[in-house]
């Protein structure tokens, strides 16, 4: 059964730092998504990783995958404050399901 | 362009009425999905259908909750008897195919009083 989890699951920085969250995940998962959600708001697709040493840049964002270590991360250059929201990997088990961790709520401050 | 469209937006009802969700997909999305969103948590996968077909429901919590998609576009997730338990936002998203990115609609935020 897959799991994942996120950590931190709170984050609180300043603008113009650079920050990294982590997804772990237990077992195979043939894909894994980062997501963006605003207060309120929809889900918001950010990067599908598909294989190992997988890395996608999108802006500030880059999202990287390691098959091996089961681990995904999603990595913050130079933050600015739009990009405040909570963010949710998840990864897809073999029923199609998305399995999500609980999200990390990335605060930035001026 | 038009995205996942959710109907109602929020919704207030008594415990032990029934009610009714409904998720319009983006056109032409084979799959569709939806989830279960509590407060400060990621999505809990509920059901899934491709086309008109409901691959997977194991994610339904009790047998008074159902979900339909007869014409393979617009579905409507249906909550008998609701329980305070039930009040979360409800998610539909909707996908080329199963393995695509998934669309996700606003949600509807459910309330059992």
């Known amino acids: 059964e897959l799991k994942v989890e996120q950590n931190p ?6 603008e113009g730092k650079n ?44 999202a990287s995958l390691d098959t091996k270590a089961r681990l995904s991360t999603l990595h913050i250059t130079a933050a600015v404050h739009d990009l405040s929201a909570t963010y949710f990997c998840a990864g897809r088990d073999s029923n199609y399901q998305l399995i999500w961790g609980a999200g990390t709520k990335l605060i930035i401050k001026p | 362009g038009a995205g996942v469209s959710q109907s109602p937006r929020y919704k207030v009802a008594k415990r032990g009425q029934d009610v009714a969700l409904r998720c319009d997909p983006i056109s032409g999305h084979v799959s569709l999905f939806w989830y279960q969103q509590a407060l400060g948590q990621g999505p809990e996968f509920l059901t899934y259908f491709q086309n008109e077909a409901q691959l997977d429901k194991s994610g339904l919590p009790s047998d008074r909750f159902f979900a339909e998609r007869p014409e393979g576009s617009v579905s409507t997730l249906k909550i008998q008897r609701t329980q305070q338990e039930d009040s979360a936002v409800y998610l539909c998203a909707s996908s080329l195919a199963g393995y695509q990115p998934q669309h996700f609609g606003d949600g509807t935020r459910l309330s059992i009083l």
């Open chain 1, 9 to 14: 699951l709170f984050l609180s920085m300043q």
């Open chain 1, 19 to 62: 920050y990294t969250i982590y997804c772990n995940y237990s077992t195979t998962s043939d894909r894994l998504y980062w997501y963006r959600q605003d207060p309120g708001k929809s889900l918001e697709s950010l990067f599908v990783l598909l294989s190992n040493g997988a890395v996608k840049q999108e802006g500030r964002l880059m």
